[in-house]
């Protein structure tokens, strides 16, 4: 009888745990539809011409971005930190020889076309 008892607590506690685990993966399948940083959106010619694209999301505008500077090796060897810009970079990246790692995402926010 003890036996029962205890058996039957783990029983509740796995229902708990599946039923939350449910709840968590319909919210993500929620954000797979494009809230946030995953919504696509209209981009510029510029930025359109570099991605082969008219829209993107910004996650993807960025990853994609990263891939072209690790192919054509473009991080500054000494300090890797710094991207060193090619012609192709400098178009969608205001012009600048040089751009820190972390302003790459300030110099792309111009290229999201705000729709309303």
Known sequence: MATSRLFGRCRGLIAVEKASSASFASSSASNANGSGLMRVMPISPQLG?????SEA????????IWDYIKLHKLQNPANKK???CDEKLKMILAGKDTVGMFEITKL?????????
Do not use: M, Q
């Open 49 to 53: 011409k570099f991605l082969g694209a």
């Open 57 to 64: 999301s910004r996650t993807d505008a960025l990853k994609k």
């Open 108 to 116: 792309l926010s111009p290229h999201f076309v705000k729709s309303k």
């Open 82 to 84: 710094e991207i060193l």
